[in-house]
């Protein structure tokens, strides 16, 4: 008879197999996926104590019968953002903490800020990420031609792409409405998208805003006092009940949602805690272990009212800017599997999970800005399933000379016919598809120059229908 470890270790296994796969799978392809051995009731005994925690769901019947990943609650109301497709490989250690937060709150120990988790950090001796992984990213993040290595040189060089993606994607991140496509009108363009709230258009500025700052004042900034104060100013701007708590240290308590813990309350120890981070931010030598270590331990210190997140992901962007690595936008991120894994370091002190996130996202942002290193990989199976439907889009678009805002309309009244797990991932493939077109790739669209050309005059202005 198995005992409680070897227990704990198959079910780990099971999650952790389960996890890649967001359309599920059957009890055999479980089989096969983690090479059990024993007899299959006791795989179905493991599965059941699974279903029961709440860590895995289960659909269809007999035979069919699928399971799926329940990563933990959704932090956002609209619906289209609780489940995105990805192919993240989870580590076993992320496997035990996905299972470990799967337990309702009521049954997870109330916790508050441990000092030691900042304290006994040394570094340059200690590390979050391996030597194996830290290679790993700087061969993801290495731009091979740059004419200068003036720090912000490359982000200049891609800004435009950059407002977007990480406009977007951090936004994204907090629950926000805007379309890729509706981003990037409003960031070029100006023009609020029909329909969605003005809160909404300000985190989006707020990005911009930040953003610019970064890039712009390269060489002067760090991971001091002063840049991180005004960079939540500059997301927080007009977004908080108290103006003039904006790019303040807080003085009130906070609490997290869906979470057991709790931050610190004493404004004198918050002080003493975020000089000592940032102290500790900047001895760090490695631009990656540098931008982790502001992704854990911003937030878990909660330093400000709100925006900390938001922060903290420009924040991380600040290591790469300086060194002219390819930034890290948080392109195609899964919202519930981020905030899991922020609540394992707030609740657990563990970064497993938000480290495999750090890095399955960062091969994502930088692959994207790969021009000068492109790399031949295999085909996106999520385009590949719907590249006719995609393509017809675009076509019809263009063909028709549509405006973006009825672009707008039409993609979505498409995605309609799009099964709903995969609604978000198809209109965000369509619009990327878009903001991607130039004269040397509409022809895989079926337009015809002249068709393009018309278009492009019609797409470039500003639309008042």
Do not use: C
Not at 96 to 122: A, T
Not at 320 to 343: A, E, M, R, T
Request: proline share 4%.
């Amino acid at each position: 008879m198995a005992d409680q470890k070897s227990i704990k270790e198959q079910e780990s296994a099971i999650l952790r197999s389960i996890v890649g796969y967001p359309n599920g799978l059957t009890i055999h392809q479980i089989k096969e996926q983690i090479g059990w051995k024993s007899e299959i009731r006791q795989l179905q005994r493991r599965l059941e104590k699974l279903l029961k925690s709440g860590a895995i769901d289960r659909n269809g019947y007999t035979r069919a019968i699928r399971y799926t990943p329940v990563i933990g609650p959704s932090f956002v109301q609209e619906p289209e953002f609780e489940s995105r497709n990805h192919n993240i490989t989870l580590s076993e250690g992320a496997a035990e903490i996905i299972l470990e937060l799967s337990k309702p709150e009521r049954l997870r120990n109330p916790v508050g800020y441990n000092r030691d988790f900042l304290e006994s950090y040394r570094p340059n001796k200690d590390y979050y990420l391996s030597e194996t992984e830290r290679d790993k990213l700087a061969m993801m993040g290495r731009i091979l031609e740059i004419d200068s290595n003036k720090a912000g040189t490359f982000a200049k060089k891609i800004l435009e792409k950059l407002l977007i993606d990480l406009s977007w994607n951090s936004s994204r991140l907090e629950g926000n409405s805007y379309s890729l496509l509706e981003t990037e009108r409003l960031l070029k363009e100006g023009i609020n998208a029909e329909g969605k709230l003005n809160i909404e258009a300000q985190m989006i500025l707020n990005h911009k805003h930040a953003i610019e700052f970064m890039v712009f004042a390269a060489e002067e900034i760090n991971y001091d006092r002063s840049t991180i104060l005004n960079l939540h100013s500059l997301l927080s701007e007009n977004l908080l009940a108290e103006e003039t708590s904006s790019g303040r240290l807080r003085v009130i308590p906070v609490g997290i949602r869906k979470s057991v813990y709790q931050p610190l309350n004493q404004p004198q120890l918050l002080e003493e805690m975020f000089m000592l981070m940032l102290e500790k931010a900047s001895a760090i030598q490695n631009p990656f272990e540098q931008a982790f270590f502001m992704m854990v331990q911003l937030p878990y210190l909660q330093p400000f009212e709100d925006v900390n997140k938001r922060v903290s992901r420009v924040a991380t962007n600040i290591a790469f800017n300086q060194h002219n690595l390819s930034p890290l936008s948080f392109v195609d991120v899964p919202h519930d599997l981020y905030i899991k894994g922020l609540i394992a370091v707030y609740e657990l002190n563990r970064v497993e999970l938000l480290k495999d996130i750090f890095i399955w996202a960062y091969d994502r942002s930088s692959a994207s800005y790969a021009a000068l290193r492109r790399v031949i990989g295999d085909p996106d199976p999520f385009y590949l399933k719907y590249q006719p439907q995609i393509k017809a889009i675009i076509n019809t678009i263009i063909a028709e000379l549509f405006t973006k805002e009825r672009a707008i309309r039409y993609i979505r009244e498409n995605a309609a016919t799009i099964p709903e797990q995969d609604r978000a991932k198809f209109i965000e493939e369509v619009e990327s598809a878009l903001l991607g077109l130039h004269d040397g790739n509409f022809a895989k669209f079926y337009v015809r120059p002249s068709q393009y050309k018309a278009w492009v005059e019609v797409w470039g202005k500003i639309s008042n229908t």
